[in-house]
């Protein structure tokens, strides 16, 4: 009887540790692979599945300019959205920056992930896996990095749309193996990539329903490999930081230590009582704080990057039109 009873034990043991294992499969760890580092996914340039999302966003006509933080209502209240720039340009693929990632599951820490269109195709297995977590939040970053203050009407149009029906293509496969949990039908928000754009750039953006977010504060300056400076760089992020800021990360492996510097800072903001929200819940909690252009830490530190990357931003030697 008791040989019975412990058989019995054992196979409910075994059952419950199954179905605990079935529930926590949809935010088991992400494993690192070769294929998420920089350059190690093969560069595709051509255009989307569908040029045209299916979603199309009503225009917002607020013209309200670029979003850098937000004014919290409630003074008690100690709120930061964490946001994480994935992007890419037409010339190159980069990586998907794991185990930061892997950090903000583990600690249900949610963000919004503000995804170019073309580095969405090249890491779609990635942003796949995000998607299920229900903890992020997904923005449009543009398609292959286009610098809005240098675009054509059509190009910049292109830039956006392609990457909204991006969205949607990864969300449908989701649909279609019958995984998706409640995920937004479509971004709508946008980060202008180099923080650059125009007054035309910005009608354009509202016009197609999207509201424009900055940051802050950057956090990543320079290489944050080494755990001393990465701590050292966090206390000067915390210390810049204030109730509806926005920090900036990047999750593409171009800046690098970006986890080190993730982890410092997380747990400094913590040890002072914050929590953290998606940018779209931070806008519910006040007022936005706007600008007429983006720039990193103060105007126009960004210009000279109009230069660096091809001729509009996207690493092309010809102008990109959406075609
Ligand atoms: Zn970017």
């Not at 580095?119 to 998607?131: C, D, N, Q």
């Amino acid at each position: 009887m008791r040989y019975f009873k412990s058989v019995r034990f054992l196979n409910l043991t075994v059952i419950f540790l199954a179905a605990m294992t079935f529930l926590n499969s949809a935010h088991a760890e992400l494993k690192t692979a070769s294929f998420d580092l920089r350059r190690a996914l093969p560069n595709n340039s051509t255009p989307p599945e569908r040029k045209t999302p299916l979603n199309i966003l009503p225009a917002l006509n607020k013209n309200e300019g670029i979003i850098r933080r937000v004014k919290i209502s409630d003074d008690n209240l100690k709120v930061v959205a964490l946001t994480f720039d994935m992007c890419e340009l037409d010339t190159v693929t980069t990586g998907c920056d794991i185990d930061s990632m892997n950090f903000l599951i583990e600690n249900k820490i949610p963000a919004t992930l503000f995804i170019g269109g073309k580095w969405a195709r090249t890491h779609s297995r990635r942003v796949k896996e995000l998607m299920l977590e229900n903890l992020f939040e997904f923005a449009n970053h543009n398609w292959s990095h286009g610098n809005c203050a240098l675009l054509s009407e059509k190009g910049l149009k292109a830039q956006i749309l392609w990457t909204q029906a991006q969205y949607e293509l990864l969300r449908e496969e989701l649909e279609f193996e019958n995984l998706n949990n409640n995920m937004q039908k479509v971004p709508v928000l946008f980060r202008l990539p180099y923080g650059r754009s125009s007054e035309s750039a910005l009608k354009i953006i509202d016009e197609l329903g999207l509201r424009v977010i900055q940051w802050d504060v950057a956090a990543e300056a320079g290489d944050n490999s080494n755990l001393k400076r990465a701590k050292s760089n966090a206390k000067k992020v915390v210390s810049m930081t204030k109730s509806g800021s926005i920090l900036l990360f990047h999750a593409n492996l171009v800046p690098k230590g970006t986890v080190n510097l993730l982890r410092y800072v997380v747990e400094e903001l913590q040890a002072h009582d914050y929590k953290f929200v998606t940018v779209s819940e931070l806008l519910t909690l006040g007022e936005p704080e706007c600008v007429k252009d983006g720039y990193f830490s103060y105007k126009g530190d960004n210009k000279a990057l109009d230069k660096k990357f091809g001729i509009d931003g996207t690493g092309r030697r010809y102008k990109f039109i959406g075609e």
